[in-house]
């Protein structure tokens, strides 16, 4: 299978709107991954941000998160942008990901969360009429791009709203991503959002005190 390069695709999209500036609706996983993308595309589209993400592992994280969201975007002075809290709900998650719980970070399981979270993106967008719609997901190294563009694709021919290909690490997005979020002194989560990425996270963590308490004692 050829590699598609969905940042010369997403460039072919820009060129064809001219200066029509589109409305988005832009699925945002969090205030680090959005700090580029809305950099980026607040140029060529009307954005709303949509904050959906029912895999966040507690209450406390998730509102800290779209805190973070909210802050980020009245900061960066981004006329007209706006931030729709998705709620959270848990539970919808745990359903989606049912019999996956021990697949690897990575794995089929995030692809489920993925269709999850555009899914309901796309069903918005459409019930907005918006005239696109997309996710920061594909900034992060640790995402799969090309899962990300087949089901956003697929959700928008669903729900009859065109999905914006995209893979913004590239161009240096993520790199950029990282520089914002020190700007603006972002909370950057150590783990994707969902107990199953958490809780791998604090076993790396514990590992890795383990190996140094070695390295000490030897």
């Given at each position: 299978m050829n590699k598609i390069n969905y940042q010369k695709k997403?460039?072919?999209?820009?060129g064809e709107i001219g200066d029509s500036r589109p409305k988005l609706l832009l699925h945002s996983c969090c205030?680090?991954?959005?700090?580029?993308?809305?950099?980026y595309l607040s140029e060529y589209f009307q954005i709303t941000?949509?904050?959906?993400?029912?895999?966040?592992?507690s209450a406390q994280e998730y509102e800290k998160r779209v805190g973070e969201q909210q802050r980020l975007i009245r900061e960066m002075n981004l006329d007209g942008i706006r931030?729709?809290?998705g709620g959270?709900?848990?539970?919808?998650?745990?359903?989606?990901?049912?019999?996956?719980e021990k697949e690897p970070e990575g794995g089929e399981r995030c692809r489920k969360c993925y269709r999850l979270r555009l899914q309901e993106t796309a069903r918005r967008a459409a019930e907005g009429r918006f005239d696109y719609f997309t996710t920061t997901l594909?900034?992060?190294?640790?995402?799969?791009?090309r899962w990300l563009n087949e089901i956003g694709q697929e959700e928008g021919e669903k729900y009859g709203v065109p999905f914006l290909?995209?893979?913004?690490?590239?161009?240096?997005?993520?790199?950029?991503?990282?520089?914002?979020?020190?700007e603006y002194s972002l909370y950057r989560q150590n783990f994707c959002g969902c107990i199953f990425s958490k809780n791998e996270s604090l076993k790396r963590q514990r590992i890795l005190a383990e190996q140094n308490a070695a390295a000490e004692e030897s």
């Open positions: 997403l460039d072919q999209v820009i205030a680090p991954c959005s700090s580029y993308v809305l950099e941000v949509f904050y959906y993400n029912p895999n966040i592992d931030v729709i809290d959270y709900d848990p539970e919808v998650f745990y359903r989606a990901v049912r019999g996956y594909t900034i992060s190294p640790l995402k799969n791009a290909p995209s893979d913004f690490k590239k161009k240096g997005g993520y790199q950029r991503s990282i520089q914002l979020s020190k």
